[in-house]
Structure formats: C-alpha cells, structure tokens
C-alpha cells in the first residue's frame, strides 16, 4: 500500500507559477513512476506529466516548455513545477503513484489560473 499526500494548489494569476509536491509513504520501495493528472469541469482526467524511477519523463503536449516534474531520489516525493500557467490549466490535478500490481491517486489539489 501507498499512502499520498499533495500540496501546493491555489489561486494564480495567468503567467505566474506554482509547484505542486506529492509525498509518498508506506510500500515507497514498490513505485516504478509518479505522476501528476487533471481534470477540468466537464473533462476527462488526463496526463499531464510522470516520471520513472529511472528519471525519463513524459509529458502531455499542452504543458511541453511550461511545466517540469521532478522527484527525488528515494522516489517518496514527486514536484510539478507549473511557470507560464494559462487559464485553460486550471483543473483538480491529481497525483499518480504507479507500483508493478497498482496505481494509487491523491486526493486532488485545486489549481485555478485567473484574473
């Protein structure tokens, strides 16, 4: 089992930044990626960035240039350093913890990005 932990969501003005952080704990040596998700009102949950336990990343389109994730390295804690951020990435982003068997999801972190 792993537990998660997010923080770092809020009220952003367009063009500024965010870092959100993910904190594993429990059964950390079974994760073989984390990662961060969202979701908008009226959409699907989508990928927005993950990151294996041997560092190659993988990110969607939309974010490319904008947004890095990051983690370290007993692979307990994944960032998602969010800059350039635009009113369509506001959603609840979710982060994904991926073990050979299962995923475990946080509860969700509101991001909003308005004026």
């Known amino acids: 089992q792993v537990q998660l932990v997010e923080s770092g969501g809020g009220l952003v003005q367009p063009g500024g930044s965010l870092r959100l952080s993910c904190a594993a704990s429990g059964n950390i040596f079974s994760i073989i990626a984390m990662g961060w998700y969202r979701q908008a009102p009226g959409k699907e949950r989508e990928l927005v960035a993950a990151i294996t336990r041997g560092g190659s990343t993988n990110y969607a389109d939309s974010v490319k240039g904008r947004f890095t994730i990051s983690r370290d390295n007993v692979m307990n804690t994944v960032y998602l350093q969010m800059n350039s951020l635009k009113p369509e990435d506001t959603a609840v982003y979710y982060c994904?913890?991926?073990?050979?068997?299962?995923?475990?999801w946080g509860k969700g972190t509101m991001v909003t990005v308005s004026s």
């Open positions: 994904n913890v991926r073990t050979r068997s299962s995923d475990y």
